[in-house]
């Protein structure tokens, strides 16, 4: 297959020959907070200590305090607010909906502690595309994640809206804690974010995911082994599928490359 690169502005975009659907672009270089979202330690003693915790439910993140920062918001495009931005979480829920957002590549998912009972009380979580993240370590991390979702869902999530899994699926997804400052208004409260009846009920997000857990089906990609092939960004669309052997990741001894 062959690709064609080509930068527009900030955006940059991938064209590959003979792909079908959403897989005809990549769309890289969101402006808001970019390298925050794009970046992890993945360094092993972090990714021990989250596997350790308790995660986190649907509630803890609906409840947990507003950070305090100080106008104006462009000082945190490429740092961390003070406080629990950039901790690494795990936190479990339903899974509401999960589509394919087209202004930045990232896997967008709603997670709810009560599919019945979930009206804007839903926590978004995010993993990107691993040709657009900023940190080079993330990229097996992303990429098996990405993986295990398309295969729960039996296709590529959709580009508009989102949809639900085939059943009732529960996720435990581990990734930086993030704060999606540009959508808070000047009163403080959030702007709604996410599709369906079930939108966001606060700004804190996991953000990037770096693995995802679906107990039900016994997957977990933070115990998946990655060939050193598929550990380099694709500079082609689409990638073969991973096989898991019941191995943790190798990390980097920093964690950041």
């Given amino acids: 297959m062959k690709a064609h690169w080509t930068v527009v502005g900030p955006v940059l ?19 808001d907070r970019w390298s925050i979202k794009t970046s992890a330690d993945t360094s092993q003693s972090v990714l021990d200590a989250a596997a350790a915790a308790i995660p986190k439910t649907v509630d803890d993140m609906l409840n947990q305090a507003r950070p ?10 490429n740092r961390a607010i003070p406080g629990d931005e950039g901790t690494t979480v795990r936190v479990r829920g339903w ?19 009560d599919l019945n009972n ?20 993330l990229v097996p991390f992303v990429r098996t994640a990405r993986n ?18 085939p059943k009732p699926t529960e996720v ?24 369906g009846n079930c939108k966001a009920g606060t700004l804190w997000e996991v953000h990037p995911v770096i693995a995802v857990e679906i107990p039900a089906a016994g997957v977990n990609t933070a115990t998946v082994s990655v060939p050193d092939s598929q550990k380099k960004r694709r500079r082609a669309l689409g990638s073969g599928r ?3 052997t019941r191995r943790r990741l190798t990390a980097s001894p920093s964690g950041m490359e």
């Fill in 13 to 31: 975009l991938v064209m590959a020959t003979g792909a079908r659907g959403q897989t005809d672009a990549v769309v890289c270089g969101g402006s």
């Fill in 68 to 77: 305090s920062w100080s106008p104006p918001k462009s000082q945190y495009q």
């Fill in 95 to 113: 899974l509401y909906r999960i589509g394919h957002d087209p202004k930045d590549s990232d896997y967008h998912l709603q997670l709810v502690s």
């Fill in 118 to 137: 979930c009206f804007q009380r839903s926590v978004i979580v995010e993993v990107p595309d691993d040709r657009c993240v900023t940190g080079a370590n």
């Fill in 148 to 165: 295990a979702l398309d295969v729960m869902l039996g296709h590529q999530p959709k580009l508009q809206g989102g949809e639900p899994p």
């Fill in 172 to 195: 435990i997804v581990t990734g930086r804690l993030f704060y999606d400052l540009h959508h808070e208004k000047r009163d403080g409260t959030p702007e709604l974010r996410g599709h």
């Fill in 242 to 244: 991973i096989r898991p």
